[in-house]
């Protein structure tokens, strides 16, 4: 046999070689991509994971920018709207089409303004909390259109009752009482980052006993007034803090002891049922009933001078 290499022979070797010396660059150059797309997608997922979570939380910023652009125009429209049920019932104004057609058209102003803005975040409580707000004065301007027609010359009596038994009367104070409990619930998440001693999650599920209450941040019992706002379904001229409030004067009283109430949703019963509640109680009541709690710096939970 000839010992020697054919041109062809050397030729096949070197090619071999060749491919061989590829094959292997390209298996340690797709262990590279491999791993660097691994760690591209754990990356994503944890700067998804990040935004989610940021999500979940505000600053003192996201709170006072929606109060003033999205909550205190709702609350203007609705004290509107409550200080002309109170006249109407009082009998100082008589129910008027063109009463109800002003009040219809503040809702359509308020809806504009609130609908424009921008600052609030896309997903979300607040989010959530400003789509119940636009969906409850799209409810109210169909309520008073409706009740509009039927206004003049009826007692105020049959009108009032007739006007809050209208479905669309009722779907906009139980949306903007869900809006309002998930703007509180924001506030316990604020407060959450701020003091990780008070929850982020506080809900009204049942009876809530007095011993129990009494342990509670200011905030969570604020949160769970606004929970049992909404479960009423009724608007207030008062704020679920006026509320907390005055259920913790009655408490410190001891009149809850005489009444032989053992829960906060009886005592809540009371203070409501006898008119004892108003809006603005909780700055008479803040210095003497608290001490030193976690409250984001909104004009609500403010003195009147500040």
Known sequence: MDKHLSRYQMLFSLGFIFMLVAAVGAFFAGVEVGSSRTESRYEAKK????????????????????????????????????AMEKKVESRNIPASSSLLKDL?????EKRKEIGSVRSVPDTGLLASARNGYLASLDSISQASAAAAKAASGQPADSFLASLRKQPS?????????????????????????????????????????????????????????????EKRGKWTDYYPQDLAG?????????????????????????????????????????????????????PFFLPPDN
């Open 104 to 108: 219809g058209d503040l809702a359509d």
């Open 246 to 298: 005055s259920v913790d004067a009655l408490l410190q009283s001891g009149e809850s002891q005489r009444l032989h109430a053992s829960s906060i949703n009886e005592l809540a019963d009371v203070v409501t049922g006898t008119g004892a509640v108003r809006g603005g109680d909780f700055w008479t009541m803040k210095s003497r009933l608290y001490g030193k709690e976690t409250l984001p710096q909104l």
């Open 169 to 229: 009367y009722k779907d906009a104070a139980r949306k903007g009482l869900a809006a309002q409990k998930d703007y509180y619930s924001s506030m316990l998440k604020w407060a959450t980052g701020v003091d990780g001693s008070i929850s982020s999650e506080a809900v009204l599920t049942g009876t809530v006993q007095t011993s129990a209450w009494k342990s509670y941040p200011l905030l969570v019992k604020i949160k769970l007034m606004a929970d049992l706002l």
């Open 47 to 82: 700067l998804m994971a990040s935004a989610a979570s940021a999500k979940t939380s505000y600053s003192q910023q996201d709170l006072v920018s929606f109060y003033h652009t999205v909550f205190s125009p709702y609350r203007e429209f609705q004290n509107e709207w409550l």
